[in-house]
């Protein structure tokens, strides 16, 4: 498991560097998201929830069967839009409310 950043759609805004709990985000030469010790990360999906620009994406791999499928998150007010795509381009839309998610 693994967050994967695209430089070419980072915007640089930080949100990322100050959602990882494990300080492993920092901004690169440019001032865009880079990972330090991508083997660090916890999985814990903090960034690609904070990210605004669709940079930063969960990488699903076979280990965890999601055979190479990326995981990525977008707000729509009381909404989060879990996308998750597979290699074939073929995607999964799960829409959760913010305000029922953690209940149990």
């Known amino acids: 498991m693994s ?4 430089r070419d759609k980072c915007v640089g805004c930080g ?3 100050e959602a990882c709990p494990g300080n492993l985000i920092k901004p690169d030469q440019e ?3 880079a990972i330090r010790h ?5 999985g814990c999906t903090s960034c690609v929830k904070e990210c605004r620009a669709d ?13 190479g499928s990326t995981l990525t998150v977008s707000d ?8 998750i795509e597979d290699p074939q381009g ?14 149990y």
Do not use: H
């Open 3 to 6: 967050i994967q950043i695209r």
């Open 90 to 103: 073929k995607v999964q839309i799960l829409e959760v409310s913010k305000k029922t998610a953690n209940q």
């Open 31 to 33: 001032g865009k998201a």
């Open 76 to 83: 729509k007010g009381d909404l989060n839009i879990w996308k």
């Open 55 to 67: 940079a930063i994406f969960y990488y699903l791999g076979a280990d965890m069967g999601g055979r």
């Open 38 to 42: 991508i083997r660090d990360c916890w």
């Open 15 to 17: 949100r990322c560097v």
